[in-house]
């Protein structure tokens, strides 16, 4: 465990790029194996506007990674933040707990409150108004979004007080993870089932993606699942009738323009309608 946490305390850039890369290449691979939904779309032409963001997430963290070094290096060296204050424990927890809590932070309270706070609803639509979700829906956030979750991520690593090799270990699981339940893959459910209790599985998520509510407020969860249990936000669905993208904002076209959704988070609001819940 120390050589793990000593390798994300200085890993290089060129590791955390092929990361990125290599997560986005095995999913979409294995999504041409065993896809969940063998749906008749443009692949290539689909992960357009989807790299176009996975681009402007790179440009708007990368210049502000030196304020989690920042936080981070403050943090330890004021003995500040909740797995600070524990008792000793073994690395290895320390570690998982860490993770788990800059998961909460991070990723399950900014996505949740991404889906309650009408502005940041519009932001976090274009996200969600993909019509065929598969690995690269993964990154597909609008870059106003990315600076929403990084501030979230800072908050985390101030509250948690978290040393840069966690960071580093929570960010590069959170990439692949979110690939991984993202990805149009079809698991066997007892597998898919099984692993949704400790980690989000691919069913899991794809119900968050379902077009009306209340599933679209489910599910929020990235790399645990516990939070979903926890918070009571954890729901199922039968997977054969998921239908991808936002009802209040239907027009396929325009979800697939980079243009169009670029200005999606300045429309005006639409209240989206409730379905009937079938679980």
């Known amino acids: 465990m120390e050589q793990l946490v000593t390798y994300f305390e200085n890993i290089p850039t060129l590791h ?47 210049p502000l990674a030196f304020l989690l070094l920042k936080t981070s290096d403050w943090a330890m060296s004021n ?34 409150v ?31 979004e990315s600076l929403i979750r990084y501030t979230f991520t800072l908050i985390g690593v101030f509250v948690v007080g978290a040393p840069i090799g966690i960071i580093m270990l929570y960010q590069s699981l959170s990439v692949v993870l979110s690939q991984f339940n993202h990805a149009n893959i079809r698991l066997p459910k007892t597998v898919d089932n099984a692993i949704s209790w400790i980690i989000v599985s691919p069913d899991m998520h794809k119900v968050h993606h379902h077009y009306k509510l209340p599933y679209t407020d489910s ?6 699942s516990i939070w979903d249990r926890l918070f009571g936000t954890y729901m199922t669905m039968d997977m ?28 005006k609001y639409r209240k989206p309608t409730t379905e009937k819940n079938e679980t």
């Open 219 to 224: 599910n929020y969860g990235n790399i645990f």
């Open 79 to 112: 003995d500040f933040g909740i797995i600070n204050w524990l008792p000793e424990m073994p690395l290895w927890l320390y570690v998982f707990l860490g993770v788990m809590l800059l998961d909460l932070i991070g990723a399950y309270t900014a996505h949740w």
């Open 240 to 267: 054969t009738k998921i239908v991808y993208g936002v009802d209040t904002f239907p027009d396929e076209k325009e979800n697939s323009s980079i243009v169009g959704l670029l200005k999606q988070p300045f429309h």
């Open 114 to 144: 991404e889906h309650k706070v009408k502005p940041l609803w519009m932001v976090h639509l274009v996200h969600h108004s993909d019509h065929n979700v598969d690995t690269t829906t993964a990154n597909r956030h609008h870059p106003l």
């Open 16 to 62: 955390r790029s092929l990361i990125l890369v290599g997560g986005i290449t095995f999913f979409w691979i294995l999504e041409g194996i065993v896809p969940l939904f063998n749906v008749p779309y443009r692949k290539w032409h689909h992960s357009v506007p989807n790299f176009f963001f996975t681009l402007t997430t790179i440009i708007v963290n990368f």
